[in-house]
């Protein structure tokens, strides 16, 4: 199985889910600017890797939003409350301008510090464009053929100025949100390829082969010394320092103390004395805590809630046992879920996959409003597309859903296309490729029928896969169906394709790559377009959104029409937030995981 950058974003999606629930946890503090914040991690979910070029066995909300970005703030930084927004006033550097048609962005650094004193210039922006041509693979934000490194022609920078020019035009947006905001700008101090060797990664000509040699030997280094958790609280970290937070204890179990980095150059400073990442193994230890008033935000599962959310977007009524101390908290994380569907299988089942209409007639049949309603006690969305809930209108317009829950329509359409009901069975009994007929490749008397795999070990996931194949079975499909632990069914989903409907149940994360763009799922060749989809109007409507200046409308609307994945119900992450804490952004869970503990006080 290969293992890329979007396998990493698809297993960072399930701590998503897990650790945006698990937004900070406060214990009770004295009156005044002063106090400790304590926040739960999600169970195993303990953040591991300090060195903010992650590889892609590290790359995960926990160690990127929730760990590293407290201490170092990327080139440009998004989100802030529940919005998934640019925020300017929060980013190392002016926003970036294009010019000569898009092929040329400007980057200048507005002069803040890293801990030891050193200005945070053009020269740590190209210590990590240097390092990320060395090796883009080392890097899990690496999408091979597209954007940086690989289309980019030249880059230098000089004092507070970066130039980076492009091979092509680049959509503005696209290259601001997937790529400038993955950028780390790191200190001198870490360029070195030992202990005691200082090398020259960061001074290097970008490209250039001595500067490759060069940044290979302090990568090498410098990850193998992120991975050393017993370096973290280190002069050699804490020195690179320019987010508002300092590390200053961290054990082996993944529980961390942050105090207040006096160095912060940035808007918000913290308003309490430490902040507190405590690790859990399980749900049920967090859930302890909460019913013992040790924590001030923690998650529940949507099971312990006694009744569901009356409407979408509402809140219903807490936990009876926390109701007295807590109240709740939902929002929906910035991904989309869906089912992979395999388009490789050379048998008549993937065969009928390839076929559009019955594509329509499986997604007619997933009842996710009901699944929403009945699964996750109302909190939840629905995905009509790949787009997010609640994307802004500067990316996309609403996309009205093609396909929702209507059996009738599903019947008709297999009726009209030959199929026929024999002892329950939908049947072809028209086959060919002509109008109202079966299709390419489907025989005469062939049963419809698909294996489906899906990750077991969550009751969610169980609930809704089970209801959908309830569902199709009463269509008249044959269903045959398995389940296996996570890592193995993404490794079913992406590696030999031994189904026809494959679900983790978590989809896809616009994280840390916030344009939710389609090249890495639906392009042919695409590093995580795990079902081999492939259409050219498809290919045609994203490189327009990536190379062009169109919105993402038109793909959007394409692949909600023509189904390259099963669209499935989406569960919302949901807090638990103390009556007395205060929050000047409010305590709506952020859809990208971020934890902003500056912005908290008691």
């Not at 199985?1 to 650790?19: D, E, N, Q, T, Y």
């Not at 970036?96 to 002069?111: A, Y």
């Not at 008249?476 to 189904?499: M, Q, Y």
């Amino acid at each position: 199985m290969k293992v890329g950058h979007s396998l990493r974003l698809a297993l960072a999606a399930v701590v998503v889910s897990s650790v945006a629930l698990a937004y900070p946890a406060f214990a009770t503090v004295p009156s005044g600017g002063s106090g400790t914040i304590v926040f739960a991690e999600a169970p195993g979910a303990n953040p591991n890797f300090i060195f903010p070029y992650l590889g892609c066995a590290y790359s995960s909300v926990n160690n990127i939003n929730q760990f590293q970005m407290l201490m170092y703030r990327p080139l440009y930084w998004f989100g802030l409350g529940a919005s998934t927004a640019f925020v300017p006033s929060l980013s190392l550097a002016d926003r970036p301008t294009f010019s000569h048609g898009d092929r040329t962005v400007t980057v200048t650094m507005k002069g803040w510090r890293f801990a030891d004193g050193q200005v945070v210039n053009a020269r740590s922006v190209m210590f990590f464009l240097n390092m990320y041509k060395a090796d883009p693979t080392a890097y899990c934000g690496y999408n091979a053929g597209y954007g940086i490194p690989d289309q980019v022609k030249s880059a230098s920078g000089h004092a507070d100025t970066v130039r980076i020019n492009f091979t092509t035009s680049v959509n503005p947006n696209w290259m601001l949100d997937n790529y400038l905001s993955q950028i780390t700008p790191m200190p001198d101090r870490w360029d070195r390829s030992s202990g005691s060797q200082v090398s020259n990664c960061a001074t290097g000509t970008f490209g250039a082969a001595a500067t490759d040699t060069a940044c290979n030997a302090v990568m090498a280094y410098l990850t193998k010394k992120g991975a050393t958790t017993s370096s973290f609280t280190g002069a050699f970290w804490q020195g690179g320092d320019d987010g508002p937070w300092r590390l200053t204890s961290f054990d082996a179990t993944g529980d961390a103390t942050f105090e207040p980095n006096a160095k912060y150059h940035g808007p918000q400073r913290a308003q309490v004395r430490f902040v507190k990442e405590v690790a859990y193994t399980t749900v049920q230890g967090e859930e302890s805590d909460l019913l013992n008033n040790n924590l001030s935000i923690g998650y529940v599962d949507t099971s312990v809630l006694s009744s569901a959310a009356p409407a979408p977007g509402k809140l219903g009524p807490n936990w009876i046992a926390l109701a007295a101390h807590y109240r709740i908290e939902s929002g929906s994380p910035w991904s989309f879920n869906y089912a992979a569907l395999n388009f490789t299988s050379s048998d008549a089942n993937g065969a009928a996959i390839d076929q559009l209409y019955i594509r329509q007639a499986l997604q007619y049949t997933v009842d996710q409003r009901n699944i929403i309603e009945t699964v996750d006690k109302g909190y939840g969305s629905t995905i009509d597309s790949p787009l997010p809930p609640n994307t802004p209108l500067l990316i996309a317009k609403p996309i009205i859903n093609p396909y929702p829950f209507n059996y009738a329509a599903a019947r008709t359409l297999l009726s009209a296309h030959g199929w026929t009901l024999v002892n329950d069975v939908q049947t072809c009994t028209d086959p060919g490729t002509g109008t109202g007929q079966c299709g390419a490749n489907i025989a005469q008397g062939y049963q419809l029928g698909f294996n489906v795999v899906w990750a077991a070990g969550s009751s969610t996931l169980d609930s809704t896969m089970s209801d959908e194949v309830t569902n199709w079975e009463s269509l008249g499909v044959l269903i045959t169906h398995t389940t296996d632990t996570f890592n193995n069914v993404v490794s079913d989903c992406t590696g030999p394709k031994a189904f026809e409907i494959c679900a983790w149940g978590y989809g896809w994360s616009y994280v840390p790559a916030d344009y939710p763009s389609g090249e890495s799922l639906f392009l042919a060749g695409g590093d995580f377009n795990v079902g081999t989809y492939a259409n050219p109007e498809m290919t045609t409507l994203i490189k327009k959104s990536i190379y062009g200046t169109s919105t993402l409308s038109a793909y959007a609307n394409f692949a909600a029409q023509q189904l390259p994945v099963l669209y499935q119900p989406q569960t919302n992450s949901i807090v638990e937030v103390a009556r007395t804490l205060r929050s000047s952004i409010g305590f709506d869970p952020n859809p990208l995981g971020d934890f902003m503990p500056e912005y908290m006080h008691y």
